[in-house]
């Protein structure tokens, strides 16, 4: 009795429980479920009881059933280089891709051996390269390039392909320049070629430092850059300009065959002697007026033409009749050749007015030929005092003690320019006298 109502009790309580059990399950599952126990072992999860899922865009939630089964997870990493389409394992992109990671999943039920899977999809997708270059090459390191445009096709490490846009220029520097100035000048232009660029482009930004004017005796170097956004093709050229010959071994030949040293000053070459011709070159006409100084105090006259050459009117000087208002005859270069050797000419005033830069003593010839100040010949143009003639007075005058020197300048019918070289003290001077006076004659060079 005791029994049976204990088993009574018993079952009693077992319906009471059930009945809660089950009021205590979750409403809208279709079936009784187990705690959830799971594990991943190899791309494969598994639970007990077959999964149901929900999706949410890309998230995947799964949960079990009542029944044991196995949810797969397969996973899939792809590589491809951008800017193609995609369309594999039945996952499509747009036509072209960039650069970067995509990620992708598929819920697939029933899959592989009749059970749920998910599918993982992966895909790299490695940049390509389109690049832009300018070269700027001598034509010597051309070499496999074409000038002009030139497309290389580049590998990544990835295999994608790449692409360089690169356009080619052949740049030519100029040649070095050398060259001899004309007798005279100091500074000249320079004839700047600059860079020679093959194709002609526009754009390309040039600079130099040529300069305007080339000083005479000097050499150096220019420098010419070509400038581009990626490139600089760098010139350097040597530039030299050189006096003409005069000097060492340069001689001049007068009308009589009597021949000259000479000297450059500055820029001008010179005579470094008072020329004493009786004819004039080319010609060879008879000079007029050419004298010898001559007076009692220095009676000889052999020693005074070898010395200090001889003493010609203006009018001689310069190649007209005496007393004359002829104009002389000018070269091209507006000079008078007169009593000079051939290529030479009476000095002009500007040409004279540059040995004004000089103290007297470093114009005046060594020796015992000055007296007064004690000469130096610095400039090595050994200027002698040979006086001159008075015409006026009918007298020689100032032998040793001054130098005159005609030059081709008209003053006045009457009156001429020469340059002045006193014994003491001052400097060369330019100043006026009587073109019948007769004054030395030193030659500059055309």
Not at 302 to 314: D, K
Not at 361 to 385: F, M, Q, R, Y
């Amino acid at each position: 009795m005791q029994t049976n109502r204990l088993q009574k009790n018993r079952r009693y309580y077992i319906v009471i429980l059930m009945m809660l059990f089950f009021r205590l399950l979750p409403k809208g599952w279709a079936q009784s479920g187990f705690s959830v126990s799971h594990g991943d072992s190899g791309g494969v999860s598994y639970t007990f009881g077959q999964p149901f899922y929900r999706q949410y865009g890309l998230e995947i939630s799964v949960n079990e059933g009542i029944e044991q089964g196995y949810l797969l997870q397969d996973t899939v990493v792809d590589d491809v280089c951008a800017g193609i389409g995609y369309d594999n394992f039945g996952i499509t992109y747009g036509d072209t891709l960039e650069a970067g990671l995509y990620l992708a999943r598929r819920y697939v039920p029933h899959a592989r051996d009749g059970c749920d899977s998910v599918f993982v999809h992966h895909l790299r997708v490695y940049p390509t390269f389109v690049g832009y270059d300018t070269l700027l090459l001598s034509e010597s390191d051309i070499g496999s390039y074409e000038v002009g445009q030139n497309v290389d096709s580049l590998y990544s490490a990835h295999g994608c392909d790449s692409v360089v846009f690169r356009m080619v220029y052949a740049v030519s520097c100029p040649s070095d320049y050398q060259t001899m100035a004309p007798y005279g000048v100091a500074t000249m232009p320079f004839p700047s070629e600059g860079l020679t660029v093959i194709p002609s482009v526009e754009g390309l930004f040039v600079a130099s430092d040529a300069p305007p004017l080339l000083t005479v005796g000097a050499s150096g170097y220019v420098t010419c850059l070509l400038l581009t956004a990626n490139d600089t093709f760098r010139c350097i050229q040597s530039v030299r300009a050189d006096f003409p010959p005069c000097g060492d071994g340069f001689t001049a030949v007068d009308g009589d065959g009597n021949v000259y040293e000479t000297i450059r000053v500055g820029a001008d070459c010179w005579m470094r002697g008072n020329i004493y011709a009786r004819h004039y070159a080319g010609t060879g006409d008879e000079i007029p007026a050419a004298d010898i100084y001559r007076d009692d105090l220095f009676p000889d006259t052999v020693e005074n033409l070898h010395l200090f050459g001889r003493l010609y009117s203006w009018y001689s000087a310069v190649g007209i009749p005496e007393n004359s208002t002829d104009i002389p005859s000018f070269n091209a270069d507006g000079e008078v050749q007169g009593v000079c050797p051939e290529g030479w000419h009476i000095p002009t005033s500007s040409e004279m007015s540059a040995l004004q830069l000089y103290e007297g003593a470093e114009l005046k010839a060594t020796g015992n030929l000055w007296i007064g100040d004690v000469p130096n010949d610095a400039s090595h143009l050994s200027i002698v005092p040979g006086g001159l003639y008075n015409a006026a007075l009918n007298r020689y005058e100032y032998l040793k003690a001054y130098a005159y020197l005609w030059n081709a300048d008209w003053v006045s019918p009457t009156v001429s320019s020469a340059g002045c070289l006193p014994y003491v003290c001052g400097s060369f001077v330019l100043t006026a006298l009587n073109k019948d006076d007769g004054c030395s004659v030193r030659c500059a060079k055309d």
